[in-house]
């Protein structure tokens, strides 16, 4: 399986490929692969320009920025599991990132790249999203900061223009009163594959009570989704297991839930509870 | 376009096209078909090979991205005729029957003790989940792999579950 004729160009620096974006429309920019290639083979894409941007150095390491840790372009998906500033500042992320495809996949596959591909049942975008995390989108003609609520516009649909690399991730460092995490059904069963349905949670702890908490879906909708519903019915709670079920039994609340070939409406809206309440117990648990 | 790489510790260099995935520029341009093609579309890891030390899929890959990488293939593992441990444990613990996944497998598994010399059985299974086998049903290749993990460490291998039948 091959895809079809394309020119290929491999840019030394970013300005190089930005340029290279401008010059040819249509051109896809190329990461890790793990979702272009596929695609390209089956020729439900066929870009007359690929732009690899995998030689471009500078984007290939995780930044201390003081206030953030930023994932840049290059990051894959094993870094992202292993990297600790990660772990303790976004383990929704890290973990996230350690149940995305298999190995090989974990290898090549970035951590940008599955936010710019924005798949309507990917793992790191709904943990980015309940995280808060930041996206810094390059352009010849400047760089934006894109919040992570802007970023995802719908099925396989992201705020990034055709000409924009997504340079970083930053993911808010957090304090000690706060954690996170991701639960999901893999469509393989336990966490291996896309979810059928999957949820990060961040909450933080203010005197014995519930004093913030961003839950979002993913898998169960267009693109990945905040649960307002779970969010007011949980802060102010003791967090207890009963005041967490009692939440989560609102996960889909104001959710338009889409099925799809993995489950019907009433399955995921179940499962979208079962994980929003093992979410929010393991970030609790995680403080 | 053309291309250069290690491949098996050899530099080779090709022309080939753009759109040349790694599997066919190591099984159609240099002649190693020792790496299989299976599912071609990134599920089965048939295509399995080893890129600067870690696993990934020839197939869901352009020759052109491995530019000035060291690719292992099954064919570099063996050292003048003698088995690498790997291949060593599937021989001795019958870890194949078809042999179709079992180049892919082989390169797993070399990768993963590479990355973590003692796994544990959990730990295995989670490394070749992106191998499928449809023979075996898994078990002699974690007894294979258990195998190699032990020589290589220097241990003795623990005997063969039919030998203490
Ligand atoms: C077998 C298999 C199993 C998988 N399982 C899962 C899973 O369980 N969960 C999951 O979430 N995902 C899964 N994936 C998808 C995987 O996460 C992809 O790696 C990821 O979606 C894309 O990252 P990439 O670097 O490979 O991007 P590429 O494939 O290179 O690119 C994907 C898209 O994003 C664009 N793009 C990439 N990087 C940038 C950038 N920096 N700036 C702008 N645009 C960019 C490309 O133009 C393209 O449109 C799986 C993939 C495979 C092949
Ligand atoms: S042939 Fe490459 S994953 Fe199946
Ligand atoms: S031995 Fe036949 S597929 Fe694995």
Known sequence: ?287 | MKVSMSVNGSPVTADVESRTLLVHFLRDSLGLTGTHVGCETSYCGACTVSLNGQAVLSCTMLAAQAEGAEVTTVEGLARNGELHPVQEGFWERHGLQCGFCTPGMIISAVTLLEENPDPSEEEIRRGIEGNLCRCTGYHNIVRAVEYAGAKMRGEAPAPAEWENA
């Open chain 1, 1 to 287: 399986m091959y895809p079809r004729q394309f020119e290929y160009l491999a840019p030394s620096s970013l300005d190089e490929a930005l340029a290279a974006l401008d010059a040819h429309p249509g051109a896809k920019v190329l990461a890790g692969g793990m979702s272009l290639l596929p695609m390209m083979k089956l020729r439900l894409l066929s870009p007359e320009v690929v732009v690899d941007i995998g030689r471009i150095p500078g984007l290939d390491g995780i930044t201390d920025h003081g206030d953030s840790v930023g994932i840049g372009a290059l990051v894959t998906h094993a870094e992202v599991a292993a990297d600790v500033l990660v772990m303790r500042n976004g383990a929704a992320l890290a973990t996230a990132a350690s149940w995305t495809g298999d190995r090989q996949v974990r290898n090549r596959g970035t951590c940008c790249g599955a936010m710019a591909h924005a798949d309507v049942a990917a793992d790191q975008p709904v943990a980015a999203l309940a995280l808060g995390a930041t996206f810094v989108a390059a352009s010849s003609s400047g760089t934006r900061a894109i919040a992570a609520g802007d970023f995802f516009v719908d099925t396989m649909m992201s705020a990034l223009a055709p000409n924009e690399i997504l340079t970083e991730v930053r993911i808010p460092k957090t304090g000690p009163g706060t954690a996170s995490a991701y639960d999901k059904l893999g469509r393989r069963g336990g966490h291996t594959d896309y979810a059928v349905a999957g949820v990060a949670a961040s909450v933080t702890r203010s005197n014995g009570s519930i004093g913030g908490a961003t839950v979002a879906l993913t898998g169960v909708g267009n693109k990945p989704t905040l649960s307002h519903a779970v969010m007011d019915a949980l802060v102010g709670t003791d967090g207890s297991d009963a005041a967490i079920e009692a939440a989560a039994a609102h996960a889909t609340d104001g959710v338009e839930v889409l099925e799809d070939l993995y489950g019907s409406v009433e399955y995921k809206t179940h499962l979208a509870s079962v994980f929003t309440a093992r979410a929010i117990k393991a970030a609790l648990n995680a403080i």
